[in-house]
């Protein structure tokens, strides 16, 4: 049986591009999955602001975002690749994560270049560790796994030391055993462009569309087009859910009922079919010698 490392290696290697819809927990994987989406990622950002209210600014744990990863995994089987911030520490610390992630379902982990404690890339005020220390935890982080997991090696020098130097560091991340390059936050489209003009034959390319963000957003097939390999929508299912839950709560304090944006909503019978309640029913019936299992 293929791993999910085995899986999501092999998609790269395919065309058209993966596209993988920003998660943040077991119940927006498995919508994700139903609208047919191959592979997903599991959002550091969106881990912030709905489990903590807070921002993306490495207040998560390594062991809380092990729990979710888990818990997705258990509820869905495609690839998860997974945010995983400066990988929580230094090098020795990167290893640790990389076997929490891996023993909890992860495909890949991403891991970026920012001092500590990170912030989103999409804010201003980022700096960067030495390129070095960087290497060292790409060499860590690829002795530590077990099962493949791809490591996605993330440089956000492009807004703190120019998009020449992220360049630079890119190729010596990938020589240090990256899978995939992720070059952050690239400005213009010719900034977008010039990532895989540069880049594109030494490893897959990852590009990361934040609505409202700096990177301007471009259509899947133009990322294509321009030599991507992975294109994720980071937290923007965050951004969705944020403004129909306030939505619904505008409406039930202004009428004291739900009824105005029910068009929006799924239905009881509607949800409880998206999470397998008859499923769940019908096993445990199975196992209880009163509802007539064996």
Known sequence: ????????????????????????????????????????????AGIAYTR??????????????????????????VPLIVDGDTGFGNAITVQRTIRFFERAGAAAIQIEDQTFPKRCGHLRGKDVVPAEEMVGKIKAAVDARQNGMLII????????????????????????????IFVEAPRTRDELSAVPAKLGNIRPLMANMVEGGRTPMTPVSDLEAMGYSLVVF?????????????????????????????????????????????????????????????
């Open 1 to 44: 049986m293929e791993t999910p490392a085995q899986k999501l290696r092999a998609r790269l290697d395919r065309r058209p591009v993966l596209v993988a819809p920003g998660v943040i927990d077991p119940l927006t994987a498995q919508l994700a999955v139903n609208a047919g989406f191959e592979a997903l990622y599991l959002t550091g």
């Open 52 to 77: 903590l209210g807070m921002a993306d600014v490495g207040l998560t744990t390594m062991t809380e975002v092990s729990e979710v990863i888990a818990r997705i995994a258990d509820k869905v089987d």
């Open 153 to 180: 090696g993330r440089t956000d020098a492009g807004a703190v030391e120019g998009f020449e130097r992220a360049f630079e560091r890119a190729e010596r991340y990938a020589e240090a055993g990256a899978d995939i």
């Open 234 to 294: 980071s937290a923007g299912v965050v951004r969705a859910m944020a403004r129909s839950a306030r939505s619904f709560y505008d409406a039930l304090k202004a009428d004291g009922t739900s009824d105005a944006v029910r068009d929006q909503m799924y239905s009881f019978d509607e949800l409880a079919e998206i999470v397998g309640t008859t499923e769940l029913l019908e096993a445990g019936r199975k196992y209880d010698p009163a509802g007539g299992g064996a």
